[in-house]
């Protein structure tokens, strides 16, 4: 399989879950060895990853709150690059971190593929979050902010998805990304039992270099970013933790409510800010 940024040849670096991870010859991408598409979004991401737990969620609902100062906190993040303008949230879900920025002034909407989360939003938030996915994804206006918390990771085709983004910015609009970062210290000394290397679910590992080299060649220009700060519910770990480790027993003693600190040296946030008004050419990749 070709590199999914640049198109170049691969080689294998390990399996993880019984899927080859694979290193692009030329750019360095990590990626999965799987052909997605939507028929493949519409599979992984179903019903099951918001509360069937595995590499997913045992309930989604129980991080709200959390999610939603989550959006306070990167619009704050904002405010010293950008008066609260349009937006749109890739990967909403329901809606929680779309409804955190619109309470910090901006206005907006989310993309999500699951179409049960995207009602969730319109019946439980009164956030309008369409159903659909970046990569195939047909607006009639351009946006001030595109935010991807943690979501680039999940894309099946990075480079149609950031290309679209790059063509529904605003010119001197902003990209904002949250994800894992594969070159930190932790992905680095765990290599293939690092808990993100966990396909189907994750396909993309970036590090914080290679993903803006990356979108510098669309016109996406990096002006901040840095390590954020995370927490997640008991629920959720113990979900990742049995994924990665087998049942444990002992894993059943962490509270499903109890909001757990994350360390998060192998997180990193990024602000891009789109430079020109040249739209993106494949050739350019």
């Known amino acids: 399989m070709n590199c999914p940024l640049c198109n170049s040849a691969s080689k294998q670096a390990f399996i993880a879950k019984d899927i080859a991870v694979l ?4 750019c360095g991408h990590r990626f999965a060895d799987v052909n997605g598409g939507e028929s493949f979004v519409a599979d992984v991401y179903g019903d099951d ?3 069937g737990g ?3 969620y045992t309930d989604y609902a129980a991080e709200g709150d959390m999610l939603i100062e989550r959006g306070k906190m990167y619009a704050a993040k904002l405010r010293k690059h950008a008066a609260p303008g349009s937006m749109l949230d890739v990967g909403a879900a329901c809606g929680f971190l779309l409804k955190g920025f619109i309470d910090s002034g901006w206005t907006g909407v989310g993309i999500e593929p699951n179409a049960s989360m995207s009602l969730l939003a319109k019946d439980k938030l009164n956030v309008d979050v ?4 970046l990569e195939n994804a047909q607006f009639d206006r351009r946006f ?19 290309r679209t983004t790059h063509d529904l910015l605003n010119d001197g609009g902003h990209l904002l990304i949250e994800t894992w970062n594969r070159g930190s210290l932790s992905a680095r000394v ?22 803006t080299a990356f979108l510098n060649e669309l016109g996406l220009e990096k002006i901040d970013g840095g390590r954020p700060s995370k927490s997640i519910s008991g629920g959720h770990a113990r979900s990742l933790l049995k994924y990665r480790l087998g049942d444990l027993r002992l894993l059943d003693l ?21 430079s020109s008004r040249e739209t993106f050419s494949p050739d350019a990749a």
């Not at 369409?130 to 996915?133: A, D, E, L, N, Q």
């Not at 765990?190 to 993903?211: I, K």
């Open 49 to 51: 990853y918001f509360s």
């Open 130 to 133: 369409i159903t659909g996915t």
């Open 23 to 26: 290193d692009c010859d030329i």
């Open 144 to 162: 001030d902010l595109i935010s991807m918390v943690q979501v680039a990771g999940h894309f099946y085709d990075p480079a149609q998805a950031f």
């Open 254 to 274: 962490i509270p499903e409510k109890l909001m757990i600190p994350y360390p998060s040296e192998d997180l990193l946030w990024a602000l891009y800010r789109k």
């Open 54 to 56: 595995g590499a997913g």
């Open 190 to 211: 765990l290599g293939r039992h690092w808990h993100e290397y966990s396909p189907p679910s994750v396909l993309q590992w970036f590090s914080a270099d290679g993903l």
